[in-house]
């Protein structure tokens, strides 16, 4: 495994830096976590969750189906009505902020088995998803006993049940996103999450029943995407909360529609990076590398298109790809990795069918050369240039690490290709005007908009997106009003 990288082109190489897993103590078979209690599948059934850089099983995780899902809905509704409702925001916050604490505590534990099961770099677990975890804990902490203030004189209640589904992109930091607030508003929760990476967030729920959390405020079921229909589909479920493809998107919405459950929705994105000519270029080359190889592309919200004006163009090409042939593909739990496993055979293929599909489309590909390891599931970063608007790996979020590369002349050009996508949930713009930027980010349709950066997270900024990348906010005071209903 540690032989398994490619950077033939650099000049120089990096020993093997593994981080040890010896620190981990993963069970052989995980149960349903359902009113405090870790209870076995009504099915009996389990499914195995494995690796994606060794192809190894890691674990055995419960099935749940529709009764267990009932069960989990049912025990969130009665910690509702008995516990969490009545406590005060003072006492909820205090739960919240030793979730936290022991969060950080068992960081270095939850930042390996994220990369065992999901396949990320462990710089990223370690420095990205773990802290960020953390500190969405710590930051809706404190809002917990200060709703009035966050809402003055709106009189903020608690909205009962959430049903929370998340993808495997970020599985503990969406767990995050969205158990902290609903908590802190005084909700409870079922959640799912999915089915490839389910080990971090059964590790979260061993880490509310070691704070002490009240049996049922937090409910996980485990299982695939039928699991997650259950969950939409209950009748004692006040809200929904999903992070996940636009497709899955659509029938959660259809399937709640002339129902009183609320929702939330973050799903797809096709990013621009827009760099102009006076950007300082070896930075935004910086940038669009992060946007777009960071976490193997898998992030909604990566830099996946990448505009460049046309007078500098082909410096910037030339930058991008010596940069590109630096980069380690490799062992996740190597510390020199910088785009580590694709999450699963199935995103592999479907990442493979957009490369294949771009060369048909009469693209131009780019890779850095090298062999990738046979066993696991890897995928080399890649470029396509000579694309048109219409192509469909400029139009369609491919998930991987894949970038799409268009030039522009004017600004005006530049805003009109960075919207025409059906998603809007991120963009990045890269100048050294101050004017510019704000111009540029004022009129591109994108719930998030970087500048001079890329991929930057922070628990008080609100994230979500535009036309078809969801609808609703997760993070800052946005993310805390999606748990509240209000009188005034
Ligand atoms: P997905 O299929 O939408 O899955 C997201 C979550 O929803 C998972 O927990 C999934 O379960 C569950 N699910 C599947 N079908 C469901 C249904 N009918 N009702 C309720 N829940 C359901 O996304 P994915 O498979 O993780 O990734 C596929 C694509 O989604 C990616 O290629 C990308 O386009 C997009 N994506 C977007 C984000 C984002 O942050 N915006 C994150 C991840 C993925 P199982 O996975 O266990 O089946
Ligand atoms: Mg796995």
């Not at 490839?196 to 405020?217: D, K, N, W």
């Not at 777009?292 to 990448?306: D, K, M, P, T, Y």
């Not at 696991?376 to 219409?390: D, E, I």
Request: charged share 25%; proline share 4%.
């Amino acid at each position: 495994m540690s032989e398994n990288k490619i950077n033939l082109k650099s000049n120089w190489d990096l020993a093997p830096s593994l981080e040890s897993t010896s620190h981990i103590n993963l069970k052989k078979k995980y149960d349903l976590f359902i009113g405090g209690k870790w209870v076995k599948p009504s099915s009996g059934k389990y499914f195995d969750t494995n690796n994606p850089a060794t192809e190894e099983k890691l674990a055995s995780i419960a099935n749940a189906n529709k009764k267990d899902v009932d069960m989990a809905v049912k025990a969130a509704r009665k910690a509702y009505d008995t516990t969490w409702s009545k406590l005060s925001g003072k006492e909820r916050g205090k739960y919240i902020f030793r979730i936290a604490r022991i969060i950080q505590e068992r960081a270095k534990e939850l930042a390996v088995v994220e990369t065992l099961d999901g396949g990320k770099p462990i710089r990223e677990s370690r420095d990205i998803d773990i802290p960020l975890a953390a500190n969405h804990f710590f930051y809706y902490a404190g809002w917990a006993d200060k709703l009035e203030y966050a809402f003055p004189n709106r009189n903020p209640k608690s909205l009962g049940v959430a049903g929370q589904i998340t993808p495997w992109n970020f599985p503990l930091l969406m767990a995050a996103w969205k158990i902290a607030p609903a908590l802190a508003c005084g909700n409870t929760v079922v959640l799912k999450p999915a089915e490839t990476t389910s080990l971090t967030t059964l590790l979260l729920a061993e880490i509310c029943e070691q704070a002490g959390l009240p049996a049922g405020v937090v409910n996980v079921v485990t299982g695939a995407g039928d699991v997650g229909a259950e969950i939409v589909n209950h009748d004692g479920i006040d809200k929904i909360a999903f992070t996940g493809s636009t497709g899955v998107g659509k029938i959660i919405q259809k399937a709640i529609s002339g129902t009183d459950k609320k929702a939330t929705l973050e799903l797809g994105g096709k990013a621009a990076n827009i760099v102009f000519e006076d950007a300082p270029l070896d930075q935004a080359v910086e940038g669009i590398i992060n946007g777009i190889f960071f976490n193997q592309g898998h992030v909604c919200c990566a830099g996946s298109r990448l505009l460049v004006q046309e007078s500098v163009y082909d410096v910037v090409l030339r930058k991008l790809k010596d940069r590109m042939e630096s980069l380690i593909v490799g062992n996740p739990l190597d510390k020199n990795t910088d785009i580590g496993a694709i999450n699963s055979k199935s995103q592999l293929d479907t990442i493979n069918h957009y490369i294949k599909l771009g060369k048909e489309e009469g693209a131009e590909i780019y890779q850095p050369e090298g062999k990738l390891e046979k066993k696991g599931y890897w995928c080399k970063p890649t470029l396509f240039t000579g694309v048109a608007q219409s192509n469909r790996i400029v139009q369609e979020e491919i998930f991987g690490p894949v970038l799409a590369i268009q030039t522009f002349r004017t600004i005006e050009e530049a805003i009109t290709k960075a919207n025409n996508t059906p998603y809007g949930l991120s963009a990045g713009v890269w100048t050294d005007k101050g004017s510019k930027i704000f111009n540029v980010t004022s009129q591109l349709r994108a719930g998030i908009v970087w500048a001079n950066t890329f991929n930057k997270f922070d628990p008080t900024s609100p994230f979500g997106g535009y036309k078809e990348s969801g609808f609703g906010r997760e993070g800052g005071l946005h993310g805390l009003e999606a748990y509240l209903e209000f009188e005034n």
